[in-house]
């Protein structure tokens, strides 16, 4: 079955900590994948997106994200993290068949200490 | 501005009657959805859209009604709405044409007492 695992419920660090976040996916397709951002009250904001090519993406407000296939992994990254990264970020997994939708995770919710 | 505009942003109401949320996008895109985003199960799709007259069903599609009589137009419809309906629902449209991503509305949220 297709699936999208965020480990991770919630994760704090430090402002000017590096960052990571984990996402699994269990895809029969080639997948196609996104990483999203929901600041609060907001609604969800593209991060980034693999379709193919170089495996590791970069995103805006300095995010990148490495797609791993031998691991079905696409975790996301950020050398030093501000204060307004605080937010819920969702990974998804899609093909590009336009007909086979768009799995989101759980999502991570990331706190960060002053 | 390429946006897709949901209202109302909050909305209270009351067992068994009928409210509509509406949706709207100004990037002409043929695909759009409704998620419900509840604390602990993430986004939840409920119906979709690929073109104009053609919807189906998402994951969680009881209790609600869609249609899609314009491309810019996707309204959700609550015939009786019921408290477990009590929810952040959400709205994204995107292209079919490879390669897409969705944009999403705002939010919309809904308390059913």
């Known amino acids: 079955a297709q699936s999208v695992t965020q480990p991770d419920i919630h994760i704090t660090v430090s402002e000017g900590a590096s960052l990571e976040l984990r996402c699994n996916y269990s895809?029969?397709?080639?997948?196609?994948l996104f990483w999203y951002v929901q600041s609060p009250g907001q609604g969800l904001q593209l991060l980034l997106k693999y379709f193919s090519g170089d495996t590791l993406v970069q995103g805006i407000k300095g995010f990148e994200a490495e797609f791993k296939r031998s691991q079905s992994s696409f975790n996301l990254r950020k050398p030093s993290v501000h204060w307004s990264d605080a937010a819920e970020y969702f990974c998804a997994v899609g093909a590009k068949n336009r007909d086979d939708k768009i799995i989101f995770g759980k999502g991570t919710r990331l706190h960060i200490l002053p | 501005e390429a946006q897709v505009t949901q209202n109302p942003r909050y909305l209270i109401t009351v067992t068994g009657k009928k409210l509509t949320v509406t949706c709207s996008q100004n990037?002409?895109?043929?695909?759009m959805s409704w998620y419900r985003q509840d604390p602990g199960l993430g986004l939840r799709q409920i119906y979709y859209?690929?073109?104009?007259?053609?919807?189906d069903k998402g994951d969680v599609p009881e209790g609600y009604k869609v249609s899609r009589k314009e491309k810019r137009n996707f309204p959700l419809i609550l015939e009786s709405p019921s408290p477990n309906q009590t929810s952040l629902y959400f709205c994204a449209s995107s292209s079919v044409n490879f390669p897409y991503g969705y944009t999403f509305g705002s939010g919309t949220r809904l308390t059913v007492v």
């Open positions: 859209s690929m073109n104009v007259e053609v919807t």
């Open positions: 990037m002409n895109h043929e695909y």
């Open positions: 895809y029969g397709a080639t997948p196609y």
